[in-house]
Nanobody, 124 residues
């Protein structure tokens, strides 16, 4: 049974940092494209970052470039999202997702597997 479990969310002041983790069981993440998405109250789920199954290429939303970094630890079967210089507008529930066929994986509708989400709250 495939399971993705996010952790690492919490409350942080603006300018602070968090590291989110997405731990997988039932699949080998290095053979999947893994994406991070977020959803704020009253808004649609939006793409944040992804790491491709093709050469580990990474992709970012313009709003997070230079502040957030996605990485993969194949030994731990985990994908991370390092979040620096956080802003109040980064407040959302963050989800990881995985799919075996995607390349860049910018569209949420294309993913097969999802985690349950972790709350990130950035205070001003």
């Amino acid at each position: 049974q495939v399971q993705l479990v996010e952790s690492g969310g919490g409350l942080v002041q603006a300018g602070g940092s968090l590291r989110l983790s997405c731990a997988a069981s039932g699949l080998t993440l290095r053979t999947y494209t893994v994406g991070w998405f977020r959803q704020a109250p009253g808004k649609e789920r939006e793409f944040v970052a992804s790491v491709s199954r093709i050469n580990g290429n990474t992709y970012y939303a313009d709003s997070v470039k230079g502040r957030l970094t996605i990485s993969r630890d194949n030994g731990m079967n985990t994908v991370y999202l390092q979040m620096n210089s956080l802003k109040p507008e980064d407040t959302a529930v963050y989800y990881c997702a995985a799919d075996r066929n995607l390349v860049s994986g910018r569209s949420a509708i294309d993913y097969d597997y999802w985690g349950q989400g972790t709350q990130v709250t950035v205070s001003a």
